[in-house]
């Protein structure tokens, strides 16, 4: 049987040095796109949260509604607003009382909320409730068209975090579709974090990974 000639050694140390060099330069490149995108960190991750948040712009309005949860941002928002003359009335939502509110060891989101705003000097005569114990936001939703269409009112802020403003102004806009009620969405930065250092917080990352998911169970569920 006729073999064909074999490779030299010398031709085969080039092969396996040509060969080792492939793999040395696509390593190369991975580590330099790596470096690269640590290095272009910021930008990247501060346009992924441009593109995500969404924040309406404000006017005058019926009435701030306060959903449940953001005790260190919300309430304050809600106050600045009524300061500055675009509302003259702020919605407490009340939600379902938990096990230790229920014991009255901690006070409810309501009773926390209200006691901030009266901190920061709104009188009791300008804080109204909506809803019944409501669980989440679509409960929430509803609970604040149920007012709405009680009162008669035509707009309505709620101000809400950065990460959370697409899925409460999606929520909105399905539980007053029928309505003809203005909702504004006006997204806040968190105390611990802002759109443009999210990544640098683990409260941010948490925040940010958790509302996707959750816009994307909404989507599905509602």
């Given at each position: ?12 140390r080039?092969?396996l040095r ?30 992924a ?12 309005a ?43 060891a ?20 300008a ?9 989440n ?76 998911l ?6 599905l569920?509602?």
């Amino acid at each position: 049987m006729c073999q064909g000639p074999r490779p030299t050694p010398v031709a085969g140390r080039r092969f396996l040095r040509t060969r080792r060099g492939r793999v040395a330069l696509v390593a190369a490149l991975i580590v330099l796109s790596g470096i690269v995108a640590w290095i272009e960190r910021a930008p990247l991750l501060r346009s992924a949260a441009d593109a995500w948040t969404i924040s309406d712009p404000l006017a005058s309005a019926d009435a701030v509604a306060i959903f449940g949860g953001g005790l260190n941002d919300r309430p304050f928002a809600a106050a600045a607003y009524y300061q500055e003359g675009l509302a003259k009335t702020l919605l407490l939502s009340v939600n379902r009382m938990e096990s230790a509110a229920q014991l009255g060891a901690v006070p409810t989101d309501t009773e926390a909320n209200h006691a901030v705003l009266r901190r920061l000097g709104i009188p009791d005569s300008a804080i109204d409730n909506f809803g019944t114990g409501s669980l989440n936001t679509h409960e929430e939703a509803l609970a604040l068209r149920a007012w709405a269409d009680r009162t008669g009112a035509k707009s309505i802020i709620v101000p809400t975090e950065i990460f959370s403003a697409r899925r409460v102004r999606w929520m909105l806009d399905r539980a007053f579709a029928a309505d003809d009620v203005k909702i504004m969405v006006p997204a806040l930065d968190p105390p611990d974090y802002r759109r443009d250092d999210w990544w640098q917080n683990d409260e941010g990352i948490i925040a940010f990974q958790n509302e996707v998911l959750k816009y994307l169970y909404y989507r599905l569920r509602y």
